[in-house]
């Protein structure tokens, strides 16, 4: 029978014999820590994977939460649509010129004697939906204004105007009208 390579190799004298009772430890550990992940002595440190899982769990629930806020506005926002939509007010007979301001710009909306009438009361209020305004009953503007009082415009409250005279007001018995045209 032929000798193995290794055998010749030592009988030729190129190779030194290893004692047989004595192997290294260290490749059987190096090959556990792969299959495992870990040491075997057992470190303190987390797995590279673990924290790769966390914090792609993390990014995930911070994205989810992203996403049900945005659906809970866009929601809230079809609400409002529908409100303002349902209970719009039709303009008849455009003949005066009302004059409000959104911000900081003054619009002009061109609206019937009656319908002048209820937005400097009060009944009636002016809101804002893409860009457009439209004009509600009070009522609907009370809800919307529950939802986001961002989409109100124009909320005349003869209660506010009242209680904001002060005593010492030397003009308090000259009453400017509501319908006072410029």
Partial sequence: MA?????QLIQSGLAKEKPKGRKSKAPKARKQKRATGSSAAGSTQPNPVELNARAKAE???????KRQAELARRE???QI??????????????????????GKTVRKLFVGKELHA???AGHAV???LDGGYSIVPRAAADKI???????????????????AETVD??????????????
């Fill in 118 to 120: 209820q937005l400097a």
């Fill in 81 to 102: 649509r529908q409100l303002i939509e349902s209970s719009r007010l039709e303009i008849k007979d455009p003949e005066m010129d009302y004059n409000f301001t959104d």
């Fill in 145 to 163: 204004a529950e939802r986001d009082e961002s989409f109100i415009v124009v909320l005349n409250d003869r209660e506010k105007d009242n209680g």
């Fill in 169 to 182: 007001d030397e003009y308090a018995d000259f009453k400017v009208p509501d319908d006072l045209m410029w």
């Fill in 126 to 128: 002016i809101t804002k």
């Fill in 59 to 65: 990014r995930d629930r911070a994205l989810n939460a």
């Fill in 76 to 78: 809230l926002v079809g």
């Fill in 3 to 7: 000798k193995s390579l290794q055998e």
